[in-house]
């Protein structure tokens, strides 16, 4: 019996342990399921409107939530007043964030001649709102109760869709409406769960500081950093179209999915040291065995799991027949596209870390940087079409990446230490 109890116990240990992947996934993973699923309710022409505005609103996230979550975290290790500090993200998420919001999708909207522009609008901020709930038990290393929130999202999102098979109002707007409820009632429930662990917690709650420059400052240069950093997923599959055809471009896309579901497991790692990371870099007393012992775990996923993301694309494009001319020009692209990736991921400890640092302008014109190589060779390609004849130029862009992405992590580490130079 006590055998049975300890096994119970090992494998409850082993599933704690797993939660941070496991979480800094599920966002992803949730947004593949309602797609799939909504794919099955709506018309094709309702389709393309909803999974365009879905898609839009998860990457505007970047500039409305995703600063303010990471200003959030690094506030939650400067102090204990934990809730107070979520209800000041929160407020600036609501504000700021949602005149952002506005903003952007209206020049969407005038930009791609979307339909829905309140649908849009409320996607972006219940969606921003969400993330910075997230990063409050991040933050706190609650990584059960956010696991909770998840399965409660996932739960609600699908009977909202369930919802809509069953009345027949089947159309975009719908959807886009019940999608947006239920990440508010999901963010409801993930706030009053943080009032209860803070008073639970003997926490003092203040008032929360309604105009704080910081958000404002350092929330969108970290914003405006990850959506340039992100940026670079949406244009290269355009360039290598342009620049060698079908095939390369349906591969690019193929790595480009195998590739973000391997970069959860070190982004979860991350996860699970950010807030110990952060009041350490507040305090300046980095534990550097501490931090090796991240790199350590960081490098050993990175250098197992990248060789087999590798191979199971190879082998898909192959046997799938995406791959039907030239065998090795294809297998080299993808070696530099995974080149691409692994150097990218193992600075992805210091990308993060480096916000903490008060060195978010740095990150911002890094990732600017980054971007602008990619944008630029594809005006280039536009405006000169006989650079796409030339075959070597679909190996520059991922080489030259792959080499700017080594300078990255070299200057980051460098301004890290920086910080640390008085120990």
């Given at each position: 019996m006590s055998?049975?109890?300890?096994?119970?116990?090992?494998?409850?240990?082993?599933?704690?342990?797993?939660?941070?992947?496991?979480?800094?996934g599920s966002p992803g993973a949730i947004r593949i399921v309602v797609l799939l699923v909504a794919n099955h309710i709506l018309m094709p022409?309702?389709?393309?409107?909803?999974?365009s505005q879905f898609t839009l609103s998860s990457a505007f996230v970047m500039l409305c939530g995703i600063g303010t979550a990471t200003v959030l975290i690094k506030n939650i290790a400067a102090d204990k007043k934990t809730f107070t500090r979520l209800l000041g993200s929160l407020v600036n998420v609501y504000t700021y964030g949602m005149l952002l919001a506005v903003i952007i999708c209206v020049a969407a909207s005038l930009a791609f001649h979307g339909e829905n522009l309140a649908g849009?609008?409320?996607?972006?901020?219940?969606l921003s709102g969400y993330q910075v709930a997230r990063s409050y038990f991040i933050g706190i290393k609650n990584f059960i109760a956010l696991f909770i929130a998840d399965v409660f999202l996932a739960t609600l999102l699908l009977l909202s869709l369930v919802l809509i098979l069953m009345t027949k109002a089947d159309t975009s707007t719908m959807v886009i409406v019940l999608v947006a409820a239920s990440y508010f009632i999901a963010q409801a429930l993930m706030i009053a769960s943080a009032f209860m662990l803070s008073r639970a917690a003997g926490e003092e709650i203040e008032k929360p500081v309604l105009v704080d420059r910081e958000y404002y400052q350092s929330g969108t240069l970290i914003g405006l950093s990850n959506l340039f950093s992100s940026g670079i997923s949406f244009i290269l599959p355009s360039l290598f179209l342009v620049t060698a055809g079908n095939e390369i471009a349906v591969l690019a896309s193929l790595a480009a999915s195998f590739f973000s579901?391997?970069?959860?497991?070190?982004?979860?790692?991350?996860?699970?040291?950010?807030?110990?990371?952060?009041?350490?870099?507040?305090?300046?007393?980095l534990d550097r065995a501490y931090m090796a012992s991240i790199k350590r775990s960081l490098n050993r996923i990175i250098v197992l799991a990248s060789p087999i993301a590798f191979i199971a694309v190879f082998s898909y494009a192959?046997?799938?027949?995406?791959?039907?001319?030239?065998?090795?020009?294809?297998?080299?692209?993808?070696?530099?596209?995974?080149?691409?990736?692994?150097?990218?991921?193992?600075?992805?400890?210091?990308?993060?870390?480096?916000?903490?640092?008060?060195?978010?302008?740095?990150?911002?014109l890094m990732n600017m940087s980054a971007f602008l190589i990619v944008l630029v060779s594809y005006v280039i390609c536009l405006v000169f079409p006989g650079f796409a004849l030339v075959d070597y130029f679909i190996f520059f862009v991922p080489s030259i990446l792959s080499m700017f992405f080594l300078v990255r992590w070299h200057v980051f580490r460098k301004h890290i230490s920086h910080v640390f130079s008085s120990q």
């Open positions: 055998q049975m109890t300890t096994s119970k116990q090992s494998l409850y240990r082993r599933f704690l342990n797993f939660l941070p992947v496991i979480t800094a022409d309702e389709m393309a409107v909803f999974s849009m609008i409320a996607l972006t901020v219940s579901i391997i970069a959860v497991l070190p982004r979860g790692v991350v996860n699970n040291h950010l807030s110990s990371l952060a009041e350490q870099i507040r305090k300046k007393s192959y046997l799938a027949d995406v791959i039907a001319k030239d065998y090795y020009k294809s297998f080299i692209f993808l070696l530099l596209l995974a080149s691409n990736f692994v150097i990218a991921q193992l600075g992805v400890l210091e990308s993060n870390i480096i916000y903490f640092c008060k060195k978010e302008m740095l990150a911002f």
